[in-house]
């Protein structure tokens, strides 16, 4: 059986393990055992420039997958993309003061060239509204052109002095930024929980994580919006980590940049706007959600490799396994299974088995000189550890079922995390009860300032995440369950979720 020994010694797999396992438990030490992931997994590495990494090959086409499933998606929509450029002029970033507001600390600035000042000094985009609108007031021009919806891919800067950590607070990080424009208010608001819902089925149906999708409150929306929508997760640590927003703009931005087009009445009309994104924090919130004490899980739909078939070497029976695994390897594909086959004879079975689990791979296949013997292979589980011994005809479609249910396991597993970390409350100081102790509160909230603030104050830096959906999705708020007393001011509220927040 596969016993990841080699002719090339026990003591080199042993020492190497010393190395690159983790060291830490995920429940002891969540901020190390997150940091130790990353590095040994070889998803990121740091740099000379402060708060900015490296996206290592590995994380690198994890986002790749995130990108062409997003993509897709949008693309059906009809949704293009585009580019835009990275630097906007200072009059016009600060044309529509509000939505900056509060943000200009983190704006980065190029001010010079060579050694000739510039004229004016550029921001580096930390987000793309301005330069994005200055182009849509040229290219709007009647009803005809419209809905416009664009998309762009790129990297956007902003300068936080908070601690960075890989994936989730970085100076530099890559998103995509969508920027829609309609002729009604009602495409807008359709258009703005259509992307929610593709946000959420590519975050539960491909990262396996179950997300709560609500509306930002007053205080927690984008300043520049008339409302935000969000899917918002909860991690381990008891923190809230936002997978994406997607924003209704109203005509505020329209109005801003003079943005009109001649209505299908004659007349000069504003348009209505929306703007989304989703950004490779969602990684982090994949490493954080799924990972466990031995590295990284990957859920099957996301996993840049799904398989790995781990052949066992000794001298006198090499070719015939490698052989056997080639015709494996084969066979997997033709069942569109992303497979690799580590046929690598410079460490033995043993470091090759520690290494891919530290990676997250969904499933190994292990095959050794006994296993071709009884035409077997041995099928193991990186989520449960589970093994199981499979002919070796039928191992392709043993892996693609059993990928199958570990996508499906992991997102079961996700979705009750959060639902048993979910407390109800009924006043702020159940509220700080439940942050405390590292859960979601969930109860009522009017929605005001002044509550928010009071929250904010007691509990512990808590907020708001998201408000129900409901008032969205069926009209005006009718009594339902959804509906009862504020927990702050005893006023009418809608169910809203609390916590901390990445
Ligand atoms: C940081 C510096 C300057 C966020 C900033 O959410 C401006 C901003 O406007 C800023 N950080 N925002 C809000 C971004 C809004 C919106 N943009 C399109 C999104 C999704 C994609």
């Given amino acids: 059986m596969a016993d990841g020994k080699n002719d090339k010694g026990k003591s080199q797999r042993d020492g190497d393990k010393k190395t690159t396992g983790v060291t830490v438990k995920k429940s002891e030490d969540f901020s190390e055992w997150y940091t130790q992931v990353v590095q040994k997994a070889d998803l990121a590495d740091y740099t000379s420039v402060s708060g900015c990494m490296v996206f290592k090959p590995y994380s690198y086409a994890i986002w790749e997958k995130v990108r062409q499933l997003l993509d897709a998606r949008l693309k059906q929509l009809g949704v293009k ?6 630097f906007i002029p200072e009059s016009l970033f600060k044309k529509e003061a509000e939505h900056v507001e509060g943000f200009t600390p983190e704006v980065a600035w190029v001010t010079q060239a060579g050694d000739t000042k510039l004229d004016e000094r550029l921001a580096v985009r930390p987000t793309s509204e301005t ?35 890989p994936f989730i607070r970085t100076r530099e990080f890559l998103w995509q930024e969508g920027h829609t424009v309609h002729e009604t208010e009602k495409q807008a608001g359709d258009m703005v929980l259509a992307i929610l819902g593709i946000y959420r089925e590519i975050v539960e149906q491909a990262l396996a994580i179950h997300v709560i999708p609500g509306r930002k409150s007053e205080q927690e929306k984008f300043a520049g919006a008339v409302y935000t929508t969000t899917i918002e997760a909860l991690m381990p640590d008891g923190k809230a980590l936002q997978m994406g927003t997607s924003h209704n703009l109203g005509q505020n931005f329209g109005k801003a940049f003079g943005i009109s087009f001649l209505g299908k009445g004659g007349k000069r009309e504003t348009p209505w706007q929306t703007s989304w994104g989703m950004s490779t924090r969602v990684i982090g919130a994949l490493i954080m959600a799924h990972g466990d004490d031995h590295g990284l899980v990957l859920p099957p739909n996301i996993a840049p490799i799904q398989a790995v078939i ?10 015939e396994v490698l052989a056997a695994a080639a015709k494996l390897k084969k066979e997997l594909e033709k069942e569109n299974i992303i497979v690799e086959l580590d046929d690598r004879e410079t460490y033995t079975a043993g470091w090759k088995f520690n290494v891919w689990e530290l990676k997250g791979v969904p499933l190994r296949i292990e095959l050794g000189p006994r296993d071709l013997q009884q035409k077997q292979a041995v099928l ?50 159940d509220i700080t009860a439940a942050v405390k102790g590292k859960k979601l509160a969930r109860g ?57 927040a990445y």
């Fill in 131 to 165: 330069i994005i609108y200055e182009s849509y007031s040229k290219w709007i021009r009647s009803w005809r052109d419209l809905p416009l919806l664009i998309n762009q891919w790129c990297n956007v800067v902003r300068w936080e002095f908070k601690y960075p950590k």
């Fill in 310 to 319: 781990v052949p066992i070497l000794f001298e006198d029976s090499k070719k």
């Fill in 81 to 86: 993309n585009a580019y835009f450029p990275l």
């Fill in 380 to 429: 193991f589980r990186r989520d449960t550890a589970a093994k199981e011994t499979v002919k070796l005809e039928s191992v392709a479609a043993a892996a693609g079922k059993t990928l199958a249910e570990i996508q499906q396991s992991l997102y079961q597993k996700s979705k009750q995390q959060l639902e048993i970390n979910i407390v109800t409350v009924k006043s702020v100081a």
């Fill in 444 to 500: 009522f909230f009017c929605g005001s300032a002044k509550c928010e603030e009071e929250i904010k104050a007691k509990a512990d830096g808590a907020a708001s995440r998201c408000m129900s959906m409901a008032p969205l999705e069926k009209g005006p708020i009718q009594k339902r369950d959804e509906q009862g007393k504020c927990a702050a001011c005893g006023k009418e509220g809608i169910t809203t979720w609390f916590g901390k």
